[in-house]
């Protein structure tokens, strides 16, 4: 499966993003699906994921309550909706997904998020 991010950008503190990330290729409804980031001079950090149905997902604590990670398996996009963003949510934003590996075997190219204070 092939992934590409969108919907990144600039916004001021306290503002709304919503991330897309289009999936090619078959069964993109069989993958569980995740977002990553990566802030600058840091490593790349897990964000949330979500299951195969949707019916699942999964946050980092810091994120809970403010981001919301979801899909649409009929369009084969997956979404986050960022809130309340914060400088130091400031990062780029890497989709991923697996089938059967523990491990996130496809990943997007990522996509920048700016956020000012």
């Known amino acids: 499966v092939q992934l590409q991010a969108s919907g990144g950008g600039l916004v001021q503190a306290g503002g709304s993003l919503r991330l897309s990330c289009s999936a090619s290729g078959r069964a993109f409804s069989k993958y569980v699906m995740g977002w990553f980031r990566q802030a600058p001079g840091k490593e790349r950090e897990f964000v949330a994921s979500i299951s195969w149905t949707g019916t699942s997902t999964y946050y980092e604590d810091s994120v809970k309550g403010q981001f919301t990670i979801s899909r649409d398996n009929a369009k084969n996009t997956l979404y986050l909706q960022m809130n309340s963003l914060k400088p130091e949510d400031t990062a780029v934003y890497y989709c991923?997904?697996?089938?059967?590996?523990?491990?996130?075997?496809?990943w997007g190219q990522g996509t920048l998020v700016t956020v000012s204070s």
């Open positions: 991923a997904a697996k089938r059967y590996s523990a491990e996130y075997e496809y």
